[in-house]
């Protein structure tokens, strides 16, 4: 089932996510680490400067993606991606970065995944049998960082739910997932349950159901999402 | 000025069958010439040690067609799948470790701790035959260090006693494997005359270096 | 620029019967306006942790001689006899930990790691009724992290946004201090503007800091 | 017993050290690390430019002590004595002090002791119920370093021998021991024995033996000691 295009899709998750980051740095000063996909796709939607990036590879205070004459390869993010610097910047070592991360420095890291079950738990890193090899730092990420923002499409494309009774792949932590951002809802995980918070404009809750293999309770105070 | 050499002295250094760690993050970082010259060598059965393994046919992926690498220690290989596929094969074994483990484990070596408590990895196939405790009610990994024969790394600039700076994300894991090597072998873009480098902002303390090799040749 | 806080108002954040860690060495390094504000309030019961407790009298000699507190966590307090008479008298605690250790503890809180192995004490009284373990046939012996509410430490400069550099040997546990309590407030000599210290060069990123206050008042 | 006064007794202790020091450092470049007291002296009689100072205080590069007019309280040595910078010196934290130490990047340590035993065993943190509270980094240096180097008199000042058949004050570490260097003898512990390497040119053998509790064996290369 797809009422809105992939792209389109994206571009809501990264959005919505933005929105959250943006209301919490009102509050107090937000250090944030974005994986690779979607997850990086939200600095573009962030407007508070309140928020500083944190790349796992050794930065604080990644700037935006590199125009073509600014790049350095030696100045990149996690994905690889050339990056700029902002004022304020500063580099480390891999230890120090993930003494962050594991130190619960990070308020929160935004990450994709394969799956994720009504306990929270993730998994994200591989595919058994498959022609990736490699769990980075999804799992440092995962149990260090103070809030575990999941960033993924409703289903896959094949149009199996993602949000899951119990995870079949093989997991990157367990119950460490504290928001689910899809699509077509948006889900926090409460006192060990999944709890829709938002949900798209384009549907039903019925609908939602039937494309979540999860079960998951309706806030009381459920909102249709803010999308443009 | 002894710890200065020419690439290939460095490289003639190492020996077969020996277990090397190599600063990198894909190809930001990596000791370019160093690696090259290995690639060239005769070296075989080796255990690289880092962080990923470059792209295919790039960087340490030459040494992986190479057919010199007997073995993997490392967390990332997505951006090289001859990898994987070196692996299924059984032509190489892979040792997966979580990047912020695997970074902690190398500084362990270099500063003595043979063993240390992570909550990374907890109830994951990669903590499977792991030691576990439990500390303040959460589920914590032992894991242990991780050191090698030889660290390749690369560094911005070195004076001539071989204190070492580095440039921006090229920094990523070159300090801590000075620290968890028997010979530690630095290239270097720039050798700057010894009182240049501000003591304060020096990240790897010339007692670390063993070896310093220009980018350029010397 | 909410981290600017006068001296008093940081202090004022500190809630009685807090553990504080304190960073200096003898009395490089420390934290001189913020440790007299605390002298001169009521904060009463606190853990100190700290290298060692200055002269008798001076720095944070002048704690114990207001009887502000209760326990210490720490390893060199030859430089003030008090600390050892207040011991003997049962007036205060003292928990004396190596000092490689005791650093490391305060690094590994900092960086979420409950507990690591060292060499250090091993079969001395220092290392009774801790878990000990064998690698490589040797014996090591289990510590646990440090941590603390509050850590007072020193740099010698802070930008805007709260990075921080700081002077020769004054350094110390500063850094490790700043990554392992739960406020952090930084005495600095200096403040200079958000982008001014070079990004290769803060060794203590803002991320870590809570609070800066100016030696000389803001 | 003594021969020669308390102030030449310490300057031939660190010069003997010193001797050592300049001859290992023709071979390659030497990491020391030097504590209070007597090893303190060592660094006056160095002469070798291939010997780097290291103090745990966060220093490698150590220089001379600073003149009156040079004094830098926020530039000192362990003992908190204010020193000079030396070329191409540098400075760091703890934890990365103590990770040079305990890693066995340190050559050589020089400490002084209460007591060391036959076996090396070293006994220099604490005198039980005195005035002093304090093990600062001795349990740490002589665990880490690459060699253990003990510069002390040969006597107390009650004239107690002080090497001794088992420590009785607390130990600071086991076995750690390397060299025990007194101004009446040099001594190697070797295959857990210590061995007489060289001997004070006022004193005999049986002399030494008299006033030293500890058994030990005697060189064939027994040489007299080069004191001016």
Not at chain 1, 71 to 99: H, Q, W, Y
Not at chain 2, 94 to 106: D, R
Not at chain 2, 125 to 146: C, H, P, V, W
Not at chain 2, 173 to 182: D, E, S, T
Request: net charge negative; aromatic share 6%; proline share 4%.
């Amino acid at each position: 089932m797809q009422v809105i295009s992939e792209e389109k899709a994206k571009q809501r998750i990264a959005k919505l996510v933005a929105q959250y980051f943006d209301k919490c740095a009102e509050e107090k000063t937000l250090f944030i680490n974005l994986g690779v996909g979607i997850p990086t796709m939200v600095a573009d939607y962030i407007t508070n400067t309140n928020i500083f990036l944190q790349a796992e590879n050794g930065m604080l205070g990644v700037g935006k993606a590199a125009s073509e004459g600014q790049k350095d390869r030696n100045l990149i993010n996690a994905g690889r991606v050339p990056i700029t610097e902002t004022s304020g910047c500063s580099f480390f070592d891999s230890s120090t970065s993930f003494g962050m991360i594991r130190g619960g420095h990070i308020d929160a890291t935004v990450i994709g995944a394969f799956e994720v079950d009504e306990e929270g738990t993730i998994a994200n890193w591989i595919i058994p049998n498959g022609k990736q090899l490699g769990v980075g730092g999804a799992m440092d990420l995962v149990s260090g960082a103070r809030q575990v923002i999941i960033a993924m499409q409703h289903t896959t494309k094949k149009g199996q739910p993602k949000l899951v009774k119990k995870c079949k792949l093989p997991i990157t932590g367990v119950g460490e997932a504290d928001i689910v951002v899809t699509e077509m809802g948006v889900f926090f995980l409460e006192n060990n349950k999944l709890v829709l918070k938002q949900i798209a404009p384009e549907i039903s809750l019925d609908i939602l159901s039937c494309i979540t293999e999860a079960d998951f309770e309706v806030s009381s105070d459920l909102k249709v999402m803010d999308v443009d | 000025m002894k710890k200065l050499k020419s690439i290939q002295e460095a490289i003639n250094m190492i020996k077969p069958g020996s277990s090397i760690m190599v600063g990198s993050f894909g190809l930001a970082g990596y000791p370019e010439k160093l690696i090259e010259a290995l690639a060239e060598s005769e070296l075989k059965d080796l255990t690289i040690i880092s962080n990923d393994l470059g792209s295919p046919g790039i960087g340490l992926g030459k040494l992986l067609r190479n057919n010199q690498i007997k073995a993997l220690i490392g967390n990332y290989y997505n951006w090289n799948p001859e990898v994987a596929m070196a692996n299924n094969e059984g032509k190489i074994k892979v040792t997966l470790v979580p990047q912020g483990t695997f970074a902690e484990a190398i500084r362990a070596a270099g500063v003595g701790i043979p063993a240390f408590f992570t909550p990374t990895s907890a109830g994951t196939d990669l903590a499977q035959g792991k030691e576990i405790k439990i500390f303040n009610e959460r589920t914590y990994i032992m894991e242990e260090s991780i050191k090698a024969d030889v660290a390749l790394i690369r560094a911005y600039k070195a004076d001539e006693l071989g204190n070492l700076v580095y440039y921006k994300t090229a920094r990523n894991f070159n300090p801590l494997m000075a620290m968890a090597a028997n010979l530690v072998i630095a290239e270097v873009d720039e050798i700057v005359p010894t009182g240049t480098l501000d003591p304060e902002c020096i990240v790897t303390p010339h007692i670390f270096v063993d070896v310093i090799t220009a980018k350029e040749g010397i």
